[in-house]
């Protein structure tokens, strides 16, 4: 995709404004992002951020229970948020015709929620959160894999170690004071980036932002952040698990670079080619030579905070045997790096990555958002294919070298011992 000309503009009370036209279709996406997550949240209140994302739905001082909702659908919109360790996003994806709508909606929800928050509005969405934690998490095999290995690979009280989706004891003991303080502290336009993508006309959407946000109180000084910080990993640090699932398994998390430098390109090369499907090297090694599993995936989740995360999980009868192979395969790549092959089918799948994420106008609001949160230019969405071109099979072995290395892991064994 070539480079969009953006129309940027930062209102007087902080909220920053990215507007890029699209008149393939006549639809508009909203998009903003809201810079809290659950690394902003402190002991014993985990899962406030993901609460959030529901209670945002429940009206605002204008808006009705349910109405806002009902307005989106009425227009036709499709709309969602989600909520990770850094960031909570909502966006709207509408006819044109009814984008003043859609920003009316999150303005007004952004200044004046607090307004439509009630006691009963809280336990109602405690309960579904409770009820999503129950059915993607605890209730599904391997689902609380990623939540056990955050709380392995970091110290106990580092910002990465809970996952947003937050803790059963935390969620019962929030109360209405926790939520009005947290929406005080985190959501409000000097902590927000709004982008909005399609068939617009960039100076009057511009006016229509001003009109809606314009007046909202810039909010107060957010708190300073904890330091994510942390290096490769030393040594294995492995756990049994013992939970009912339909087979044994072995999961491994690797500590990678944080995103926004060029070692984080070359690590998820480096995971990609290691495991990033039915073509790669723990795939063909493990399902189809040693046929010791019948699962193997590798995949990287960037963090721009603190430390990128690989996992691998592999599905199989001897988890022991898996760890072992993995060993040999991670010491194999440090030794001899990728093939040129195996560099360009790994830059050509970044690519596909980047056209996949980028091909809608609902996919480019948030790619355009999350790039002006979290690296402060929106453009820079621009340049990834390019940023995965520009790695070398020699970077990606040298970094493998320091981040993937056999020894430097922590691990989840289901069905054998740790």
């Keep these: ?8 503009h930062t209102l007087g009370n902080g909220l920053r404004v990215v507007v890029c036209e699209d008149h393939f279709v006549p639809l508009a996406a909203v998009n903003i992002w809201y810079g809290v997550g659950s690394r902003h949240e402190r002991a014993g209140r985990t899962g406030l951020a993901h609460l959030f994302e529901h209670l945002m739905f429940q009206g605002s001082a204008n808006v009705a229970e349910g109405e806002h909702a009902a307005l989106l659908e009425s ?3 499709a709309f969602n948020a989600s ?3 850094e960031r909570t996003n909502y966006y709207e994806t509408v006819p044109v015709s009814h984008l003043e709508l859609a920003l009316w909606l999150e303005a007004d929800r952004m200044g004046t929620l607090p307004a439509a928050l009630t006691q009963a509005n809280l336990d109602n969405q ?11 998490y605890d209730n599904q095999p391997y689902g609380t ?5 955050c709380a392995l690979t970091f110290p106990e009280g580092h910002p990465y170690a809970h996952t947003p989706i937050g803790s059963m004891d935390d969620l019962d003991a929030t109360t209405l004071e926790d939520c009005t303080d947290f929406f005080a502290t985190w959501y409000a336009p000097g902590n927000a980036v709004l982008s909005v993508v399609g068939d617009v006309d960039p100076e009057k959407t511009l006016e229509a932002v001003e009109r809606y946000f314009g007046g909202l109180p810039a909010g107060p000084e957010k708190p300073q952040s904890r330091p994510g910080e942390l290096g490769p990993l030393t040594g294995v640090r492995g756990e049994a698990v013992d939970e009912e699932v ?3 398994a072995y999961f491994a998390m690797f500590a990678l670079p944080t995103d926004g430098g060029d070692d984080v390109e070359a690590a998820e090369l480096a995971v990609e080619i290691l495991g990033g499907g039915s073509g790669s090297r723990l795939y063909d090694r493990m399902v189809r030579r040693d046929e010791i599993a019948t699962e193997v995936w590798a995949g990287v989740t960037r963090l721009a905070s603190g430390p990128s995360l690989a996992i691998v999980d592999a599905i199989g009868p001897d988890p022991d045997k898996i760890a072992a192979v993995l060993d040999e395969e991670l010491r194999r790549f440090a030794a001899e790096g990728p093939s040129g092959d195996e560099t360009a089918r790994a830059t050509a799948q970044a690519e596909r990555g980047f056209l996949e994420q980028t091909e809608t106008v609902t996919g480019l609001a948030n790619a355009l958002s999350q790039n002006a949160t979290q690296f402060g230019d929106p453009a820079r969405v621009f340049t990834a294919p390019g940023r995965a071109a520009a790695v070398t099979g020699d ?3 040298e970094m493998a070298g320091r981040w993937l290395a056999p020894g430097g892991r922590t691990a989840l064994t289901y069905g054998g011992t740790s």
């Design 1 to 8: 995709m070539a480079e969009q000309p953006l129309h940027e």
């Design 75 to 77: 227009a036709g919109a």
């Design 83 to 85: 909520t990770s360790f």
């Design 126 to 136: 405690r309960d579904v959160v409770k009820n999503e934690r129950r059915q993607r």
């Design 145 to 149: 894999a990623f939540e056990l290995l």
């Design 246 to 248: 339909p087979s044994p």
């Design 395 to 397: 970077a990606i072995k």
